[in-house]
C-alpha cells in the first residue's frame, strides 16, 4: 500500500468546490421544503460556504450560478469571498429558465432567441473577468420532445457556432467546460447527450475546451470511470459535477448511492494523473430535506475518503497482478483498498492540518446552525428543482 504519508501530502493538495444553489432551498417540482436559516442573499451563500471551509480545510472556492448569484458588483462579491477566506469558483450559465427557450437556447430555430442565448453565455465570460473565475461551465437543456421536431445535424451546426463564439471570447486563462446529459428536461432527444458529443465539439474547439462530468448524468450501469478514464487519456477532462443518483438526475449527496463507484472514479483520476488543478472537483447537489450546511461537510468527507482509497491502491501490486494475469488477484489488490477504513487516517490528516478531526461534530458544536435561524428570515430559493 502508498504510505501514509503520502496519501496525506496528496489530500493537502485536493480542493472540491461547492456549488452556491446547494446552499439555498430546493425541492422537486411536486415541493419545495423552505428550510429556516437559509441564505436570503449571494454574500449568505458565501457565509455558509465559509463554515464549510473553515470545518474540513478542503473546500475553498463556491461556484456561482446566473442569474441564481446576480449581483450589481461581482468584483465586490469576490471580496466578500477573499474576507472569508473563499474566492469565486466556477460560473454556470443558464439558459434554461426563459420562456423564450421552449425549443431550445443555443440550438434555438430562430435566431433571435440564439442572440439572446449567446448573449448571456458572453456576459458569464465578463462576469469571469470580474471574479477572477478560470472556469465557465455550459449545461444545455436543448434538445427536441418528439422525433421530427427539429432537425439533429442543423442543432449541432447552431451548437457548434454559438460554441466557437463564446471560445473566441475567451481570455488565456479561461477555459469552458461543456457538460452533457442524457435527457431531461427534453425527452427524445437532447443536443449534448453523452461524452462523445461534449468530446466532439470540445476537440474542435481547442485546447480551452474540456469536457465535464456531472456523476448523475448517465444512464443507469454506465461505467463512468470509464469515461474518465478516456477523456484523461485524450487531455479533455475538465473536471466533476459530484453527486448521486439512484433513478435520474438525483443530486443526491456524493458517495451516498454508490461509494464504490465513487471509488472507482476517483482511482481512474490518480491513475490518469488527473489529480491536478486542471481537473476541477465540484459538487452539484441539492439538499432538499437533510440540513444543507452538514449535507455538504459530509460530501465533502465523501469525496476525501473515496480520495483516500484511490491513493491507497498499491500500484505495484496491481500491476504485477495485472502483467501475470492473476484475476483474482487484480481485483484483491484494489478491493483491499476500498475496504480500508480511511476514517482515522483523515482524523490525523486533519489534526495535522490544524483542523478538528470531526468536521460534522465540529459545525454542530459551532452554533452556526442556531444563529443563522434566529438571524436570517425568508431565505433564498436556490433556483433549481421548484
Ligand atoms: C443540469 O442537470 C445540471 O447538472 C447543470 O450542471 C446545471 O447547471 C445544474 O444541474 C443545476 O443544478
Ligand atoms: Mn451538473
Ligand atoms: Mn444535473
Redesign the pocket.
Known amino acids: 500500500m502508498t504510505p501514509s504519508s503520502a496519501v496525506k501530502a496528496a489530500l493537502s493538495a485536493q480542493a472540491i468546490e461547492t456549488?452556491s444553489?446547494a446552499y439555498g432551498n430546493s425541492g422537486t417540482r411536486f415541493k419545495v421544503f423552505a428550510q429556516q436559516g437559509v441564505p436570503r442573499t449571494p454574500q449568505e451563500k458565501l457565509d455558509d460556504a465559509a463554515r464549510v471551509h473553515e470545518h474540513t480545510g478542503v473546500a475553498p472556492t463556491v461556484a456561482l450560478?446566473i442569474p441564481w448569484d446576480r449581483v450589481d458588483d461581482y468584483a465586490a462579491l469576490a471580496e466578500h469571498a477573499r474576507a472569508r477566506g473563499l474566492k469565486l469558483g466556477t460560473i454556470?450559465s443558464?439558459v434554461f429558465q426563459d420562456d423564450d427557450y421552449k425549443l431550445g437556447s443555443v440550438t434555438h430555430p430562430d435566431p433571435a432567441v440564439r442572440r439572446k442565448a449567446l448573449g448571456h453565455l458572453l456576459e458569464c465570460v465578463d462576469i469571469m473577468d470580474a471574479t477572477g473565475s478560470r472556469d465557465l461551465?455550459l449545461?444545455f437543456?436543448d434538445g427536441t420532445n418528439y422525433p421530427g421536431q427539429d432537425d439533429i445535424r442543423s442543432r449541432q451546426d447552431r451548437l457548434s457556432e454559438a460554441l466557437a463564439a463564446v471560445y473566441e471570447r475567451l481570455g488565456d486563462e479561461q477555459r469552458i467546460l461543456l457538460?452533457y446529459?442524457f435527457f431531461?428536461p427534453a425527452f427524445y432527444m437532447t443536443d449534448v447527450p453523452d461524452w462523445g458529443t461534449a468530446y466532439a465539439h470540445c476537440l474542435k474547439l481547442g485546447p480551452k475546451a474540456q469536457v465535464v462530468v456531472?456523476t448523475?448524468?448517465h444512464a443507469p450501469g454506465t461505467n463512468i470511470e470509464f469515461i474518465v478514464a478516456t477523456l484523461l487519456r485524450e487531455g479533455k477532462l475538465g473536471g466533476f459535477?459530484f453527486n448521486s443518483r439512484f433513478y435520474a438526475?438525483d443530486?443526491l449527496m456524493v458517495g451516498a448511492a454508490d461509494p464504490f463507484q465513487l471509488f472507482r472514479i476517483m482511482y481512474e483520476v490518480v491513475r490518469g494523473g488527473g489529480f491536478s488543478p486542471d481537473v476541477a472537483f465540484m459538487l452539484?447537489q441539492?439538499h432538499n430535506i437533510e440540513p444543507k450546511i452538514p449535507a455538504i461537510i459530509r460530501s465533502v468527507m465523501n469525496v476525501q475518503e473515496a480520495t483516500a482509497k484511490a491513493l491507497l491502491v498499491d500500484a505495484e501490486a496491481l500491476a504485477k497482478a495485472q502483467r501475470e494475469g492473476d484475476v483474482l488477484g487484480a481485483n484483491e489488490a484494489l478491493m483491499d483498498a476500498y475496504h480500508t477504513d480511511v476514517r482515522p487516517l483523515l482524523a490525523e490528516w486533519r489534526e495535522e492540518s490544524g483542523l478538528d478531526p470531526n468536521p460534522m461534530a465540529a459545525y454542530r458544536r459551532s452554533g452556526w446552525a442556531e444563529r443563522i435561524v434566529a438571524e436570517r428570515q425568508g431565505g433564498q430559493q436556490a433556483g433549481?428543482g421548484a
Do not use: R
Open positions: 456549488p444553489w450560478h454556470n443558464n461551465k449545461w437543456s457538460e446529459k431531461e456531472d448523475g448524468h459535477d438526475d443530486d452539484d441539492c433549481w
